[in-house]
């Protein structure tokens, strides 16, 4: 079963911050928030992960609530090549649900 | 160059065949993983293995079966029981199972039976 929720899709302007949300209510305190990209009938690929702190790498960043209930993944300057289907899913957890698929609008 | 690799792309079997999909990672990981994604669908996991001689089921194994045999290699067998094998199979790796867990996805194989 998922236990994170995401939007099913998003649309994004090119060059444009592309931010996508994540809800996960019920995520215990040793539990790491991770993201992953999916290209067409690609395998998926790791983005980035947290516990709690901001993190940001060269991919894209990751915003954590306080609270720890959601999280935010932040494509700076979205382009054409990340158009994908991304992927929430909490450290102790399987199942990737159906993630959102981003897509990057020229 | 360190990574995961699955042969072959594409597979084409008879309904009622087994066949074995391979899969080796070279990253010195000690946790593997397959996992089964229909169209439109997400991953959903068949079998893990934390260690070698050691696997897990998990959520869809019916109609799976897998060997840990060598700490680089995790072949799946589809067997003849599983009712609707044709499918998109990845699999993964990663340095352990628990709370820090990155994976490291293969191409996949794309099975396709007849």
């Known amino acids: 079963d998922a236990k994170t929720t995401q939007p099913t899709s998003m649309d994004c302007a090119e060059g444009r911050a592309a931010n996508l949300p994540c809800n996960h209510s019920t995520i215990s305190g040793n539990e790491y928030v991770y993201w992953y990209r999916q290209i067409h009938s690609q395998g998926p690929q790791y983005i980035i992960h947290?516990?709690?702190n901001n993190e940001t790498n060269e991919m894209a960043s990751l915003i954590i609530t306080e609270d720890r209930k959601s999280s935010t993944l932040i494509l700076p300057h979205a382009t054409l090549r990340d158009t994908a289907v991304y992927y929430c899913?909490?450290?102790?957890?399987?199942?990737f649900g159906t993630g959102t698929s981003l897509t990057v609008i020229p | 160059d360190g990574g995961i690799t699955q042969s072959p792309k594409y597979l084409f079997r008879k309904e009622g065949q087994n066949v074995t999909l391979s899969c080796e990672q070279n990253l010195n990981h000690d946790a593997m993983y397959w996992y089964r994604q229909d169209p439109g669908q997400g991953l959903r996991l068949i079998y893990y293995?934390?260690?070698?001689?050691?696997?897990q089921k998990g959520d869809i194994a019916e109609g799976y079966s897998v060997s840990r045999e060598k700490k680089e290699s995790f072949p799946l067998t589809v067997t003849s029981a599983q009712k609707n094998p044709t499918a998109f199979y990845l699999c993964a790796s990663s340095i352990a199972t628990g709370v820090r867990n990155e994976q490291f996805f293969g191409p996949g194989t794309r099975l396709t039976v007849l």
């Open positions: 899913i909490l450290s102790t957890q399987f199942y």
């Open positions: 947290g516990l709690k």
């Open positions: 293995s934390q260690i070698v001689n050691d696997f």
